[in-house]
């Protein structure tokens, strides 16, 4: 029972290089969710996708986009990379009603240099 | 635009003693949902409890419940019994019901909490 999978755990980049971050879920939810995670910040959505074909801006969108390649895979790019895009990355999928609650990658740890 | 406000940045409890942490909320929705989680020092995010916002009862989840106070926007969570392995930072969510914040969770900066043996 995988649930959400994030790729790669960690990653370290230089200033200007370009990376994709995979997700993907096998729980055959409906929407997913790029997040970033900073000390003190909390999560802030940077993409959504409410569903398959769909993907909208959340708080932080500025420097990234989002692919929804299929149901079950939503990507992140980070087009040229700078530090202040160091942070943690969390994938999460829900599956759309109310009450239900998002799951959640286990995180992908990006470091800009 | 919805906000949430965890006004703890860190807490601090005796084991077997309760806590409360606070968050408050702000949304122009009649309907919403408030989910609380917990991201221990390995990094998951775990889901503790949901309260939706026409539920005429508390939610409560084994040790966890939730003090929703609709008028005043509040919907703190309460940890009874506190356990070493509580020791987390612990996030506040909602969800709206209109428009875009219909799909979006919107989350809190997190309280930070310490059992103490």
């Known amino acids: 029972n995988a649930g959400v999978t994030q790729t790669p755990k960690f990653q370290v980049l230089k200033t200007g290089q370009s990376m994709t971050l995979q997700c993907a879920q096998d729980?055959?939810?409906?929407?997913m969710y790029w997040y970033r995670q900073d000390p003190g910040m909390g999560l802030r959505l940077i993409y959504y996708?409410?569903?398959?074909?769909?993907?909208d801006k959340g708080e932080v969108p500025n420097g990234y986009n989002v692919s929804r390649l299929n149901k079950r895979e939503f990507s992140l790019r980070l087009e040229s990379a700078a530090p202040s895009q160091t942070s943690v990355y969390f994938c999460?999928?829900?599956?759309?009603?109310?009450?239900?609650?998002?799951?959640f990658g286990q995180g992908t740890r990006l470091t800009v240099v | 635009a919805q906000k949430i406000t965890q006004t703890q940045p860190g807490m601090f409890v005796q084991e077997k003693e309760a806590v409360t942490l606070d968050c408050t909320y702000d949304?122009?929705?009649?309907?919403?949902?408030l989910f609380w989680y917990k991201q221990p020092s390995s990094g998951e995010m775990i889901f503790l409890i949901y309260?939706?916002?026409?539920?005429?009862q508390n939610a409560t989840e084994g040790r966890y419940s939730l003090n929703f106070q609709k008028a005043r926007k509040s919907a703190n969570l309460v940890i009874s019994a506190s356990q070493l392995g509580d020791s987390a930072m612990y996030f506040c969510?909602?969800?709206?019901?209109?428009?875009?914040?219909?799909?979006?969770?919107?989350f809190g900066k997190g309280t930070l909490l310490t059992v103490n043996p």
């Open positions: 969510a909602m969800r709206g019901s209109s428009g875009g914040s219909n799909y979006k969770l919107t």
């Open positions: 996708s409410a569903s398959e074909g769909t993907t």
């Open positions: 729980m055959n939810h409906n929407s």
């Open positions: 999460a999928s829900r599956q759309g009603s109310m009450n239900t609650e998002a799951f």
């Open positions: 309260q939706g916002s026409y539920d005429e």
């Open positions: 949304t122009s929705d009649q309907s919403y949902g």
